[in-house]
């Protein structure tokens, strides 16, 4: 693999978006194999492709590629991304693509993140404010992806300070999210809600009523739960069940 874009590519255009876009999607496409199945290589779409900018032949996934230039090479909190309800639509019947996020200095990529598609819920899509009426596309209503709001867990790094994570290690950390996917929207919420807030708990081992803290918290979240604490309980029993939590004795935890 090479951080490096092929800028010939970009000569012959003016936007920056364009250059942006030719040059990265071409990087991608030379470059990435699949890190879902390992298929050693990833196909393109053609342009503004409905399910997303690249495809695996294999295992028929889906991908998007989001990329911003970056002097410090840090993701943003927030990208931006298209048309709010459309987004919306994808994310709630499941047809939303997996996504890469990239950030590049000098013609090189610095970071290459996957999001897969089941850590994605409408509470981390927010919507933007119409254009105006003079605009060509009056009344378009744009779209950003907090993607701060997506526990670690579900940021799987392919290239992390231009350093390549061993292909073995993506396709393992891929696996162990899918344990976590879910097709009801509630649930979804629920349980990377409350994996966000055991991430924040700084050390390895934590317990129950430290996880209770972010009681407020995740109320707010889900107004429509009256008993949040029972609820937390529920998610920290599947969270063990999939792998990612380890029940030490009553009211402790460790984290795997």
């Known amino acids: 693999m090479t951080f490096e874009f092929n800028t010939v590519l970009a000569e012959n255009y003016h936007s920056n978006s364009q250059k942006s876009r030719v040059l990265t999607e071409d990087w991608v496409e030379r470059n990435l194999y699949c890190p879902i199945c390992g298929k050693p290589y990833i196909n393109r779409y053609e342009n503004n492709h409905p399910t997303g900018d690249f495809f695996c032949k294999d295992c028929s996934s889906d991908f998007e590629l989001k990329s911003k230039e970056s002097n410090s ?3 943003s909190k927030t990208i931006t ?10 994310i709630t ?16 990529v610095n970071n290459l993140i996957l999001i897969p598609n089941h850590f994605f819920t409408p509470q981390i899509i927010i919507k933007r404010k119409p254009l105006g009426p003079n ?4 009344g378009w209503t744009g779209c950003n992806i907090d993607i701060s709001a997506i526990p670690d867990s579900g940021k799987i790094f392919i290239i992390k ?3 390549e994570i061993e292909h073995k290690s993506v396709l393992a950390s891929y696996a ?13 919420g629920w349980l990377l809600d409350t994996l966000n807030c055991i991430e924040q708990i700084p050390t390895k081992d934590f317990t129950l009523n430290q996880v209770y803290a972010f009681e407020p918290e995740l109320k707010k979240k889900h107004p429509e739960n009256n008993f949040v604490k029972d609820k937390i309980r529920q ?18 935890y460790r984290k795997i």
């Open 73 to 75: 090479g840090k993701l």
């Open 161 to 163: 300070n231009q350093i």
């Open 235 to 252: 998610q920290l029993q599947y969270l063990r069940d999939k792998g990612f939590v380890e029940f030490v004795t009553p009211g402790h």
């Open 81 to 90: 991304d298209g048309e709010y309800t459309t987004m919306i639509s994808r």
């Open 93 to 108: 019947s499941m047809r939303n693509p997996n996504f890469f996020f990239m950030t590049y200095n000098n013609f090189q």
């Open 135 to 138: 605009a060509r596309r009056a």
């Open 176 to 188: 162990k999210t899918k344990t976590l996917k879910t097709s009801n929207l509630d649930s979804r």
